[in-house]
């Protein structure tokens, strides 16, 4: 009774047309699809359409949003292709159980891509939860902290704060230093920091989304006890990290490697076990751990993507690569502001900024609707600065092209040229 | 410099083949697309390949999980063929920030959508979070008890207890009654409750999913100031319910209403603001209602399913009619079951017996792994009962057809013949 054949998936990839900037790479699908079937008794002819509307963009545009952000075009195509009939199981991946074969093997090679990507030991655990970096901001108190221990914090933007007035409710949180009067555009060095020497753990935020400044190597606690933890939601997998020098890694997927609603934890596993009486069970990374983030159900699609994503970022051949193609793009981004003559001004010290989020502003103010307007026009679109900081800001993530942001420096020195 | 056009959406609906008894209805779609264009210019031809194994399912199987479980198949379809270029934008919805204008329209239709089909009022915040019903097992007296108050707990089956067991941390919750000597087959009589005067709640599992029990109406809190809140996650949906009646619902998505990864609670206003000190920011009702649920980055693409979802109920004309075609599902299940002579058996006792998840043995409890083999082989999967439990379940949420129904009874009959 099993059903009969039915058209397979055929994928076909259009040359960019030498009129178009755009990666406009053109997928044909058929939606109840397998994978590794014969091709070659399908037959299309696809003839273009004249344009319904030149305003109507009809492929990918570069989209510079903070997160949710750009995926891998691939990925999407991917998910795509599998969205009906995930491998032939007749089934979404949507729909099946996080307890069935297909789902077991996603998540296990999502982690195991994971440690791979992050060099990642058998000390750690890694998990897959739910309710993003803020739920982290209560989780790591209540899991490394007795409600009276001290705990200490380096405040570098709006993320590391939010951190550090959660963790009031949950310990003793100091406020070790704070970049707020030079308007977070600054990391401390490391060797001027007063550090609390019974702190359990000194807090850092590995990039500020919204003020662009990122660390670009990490203190140590002072106290040999105590432990490094880091928000890494804006910087996760976009370059090598030493999760060795980390009690606890934390990231909200929805930038570098997955769309919203699934958090990574990285969590050294003599640390697990020890949260407070008043953790809700969710938020008690040992209920996690013990049952390898099927504690209840998790949020499968999202882990399903960031399995793909992980695939795509081991295919590039690993994070020291991505990490060059991402120092690439940036470098092209901040030497045009720098090179404008004061016309585009970033304010974030040259030596920490982000290679991820890029702040600026426009010394004409009264042009920055005008310049984020006519970006989108363009085809570069979300370019508007955090509502708190205002100005513009570009977020080039790793599956941001290079192409991308060649498009946005070479509008941004048009549009000075046409505005001076 | 706006993008060319590109070849469009272009969906082929192929007749059900006479051989194949599965829904097996066949997309053919483009990848990069858009939404009311012409598609008279691309020709397609496409030629079946002949079977490369008939034991690979092509086509929609029946799919009898407990959740994640069987969505829409048009939803489905309707999201694959807008994942590559939601509506047009250049982006994937997963793509996309929450603050966009396409994301605002998403959530802002999901919510009134969700308010239609179940009458909801604006005396009641309709909330979109995550972590599962099992952060809500914290967020409810965190949110509803002070600590030293008291909460009443009815116990029909596993998700209740660990919702009561949960509950002790954050206050005094009392055990009013429990099913679990009679192995969960139970309601109680409303009127032979002996709840606490003093208890700020009543709480219920309308619908346990792993035993089968489910409450045809509700009792009344015996303290008029007290409040009835229900975990409503596995028959979210799939009836009309007098949400008055209910200071607190909640539901995780995975059911009846989308993928896992969201959770939707509709909470009462006045009921909002209280929550303890100790309560994780991200599981206080206030600051979600505050914000709309956009108070950090909210599981966006299960969002857009459920959106998706609703609208799919409001287009089969409200929960009423869907109510009928679960009844009738339902009936001819149990009916099956009834009339077998004993030999499946289902423990529920017939009044409270679940329209959503339908548990059963076979007498001859040795020839289960056979009944769910031969199942599967014939398009029947996940009728595995839970571990906890053993036997049979077939879970037949909204999007299970009729027809799935009606072959699996179909199936147990011929089983039953031939296994006498």
Known sequence: MAASSSPHALLVQQPLRPSSPLPCKQALLVAPLRRKTRLSTISCT?????????????????????????????????????LYNYHGSGMSIMEMSHRGKEFDAVIKKAESD???????????????LQGGATTQFSAVPLNLCAPGDSADFVVTGSWSDKAFKEAQKFCKANLIWSG????????????????????????????????????????SPSNKNALLVADMSSNFCSKPVDVSKFGLIYAGAQKNVGPSGVTIAIVRKDLIGNAQPITPVMLDYKIHADSASLYNTPPCFAIYICALVFEDLLEQ?????VE?????????????????????????????RSLMNVPFTLKKSDLEKKFIEEAAKEGMVQLKGHRSVGGVRASIYNAMPFAGVEKLV???????????
Chains 1, 2 share one sequence.
């Open 410 to 420: 070479a509008f941004m020195k048009d549009f000075q040229a046409r505005h001076p």
């Open 180 to 219: 707020k009067s030079e308007k977070y555009t600054k990391i401390p060095a490391f060797d001027g920091l007063e550090q609390n020497p019974d702190a359990k753990f000194l807090h850092i935020c590995g990039n500020e989304t919204i003020h662009g400044v990122e660390f670009k190597n990490y203190p």
């Open 324 to 352: 060059k193609k991402n120092q690439k793009k940036a470098g092209i981004l901040y030497d045009t502001i720098d090179e404008s003559n004061g016309y585009y001004v970033c304010p974030v010290e040259k030596s920490v």
């Open 46 to 82: 696809a003839v273009r359409s004249p344009p319904v509307s030149p305003s109507v963009a009809t492929g990918r545009i570069f989209n510079f949003a903070a997160g949710p952000a750009t995926l891998p075009e691939s990925v999407i195509l991917k998910a795509q292709a599998e």
């Open 114 to 128: 994971l440690r791979l990507l992050l060099g990642i030991s058998d000390d750690y655990a890694v998990l897959f």
């Open 317 to 321: 051949g690993g994070l020291a690569g």
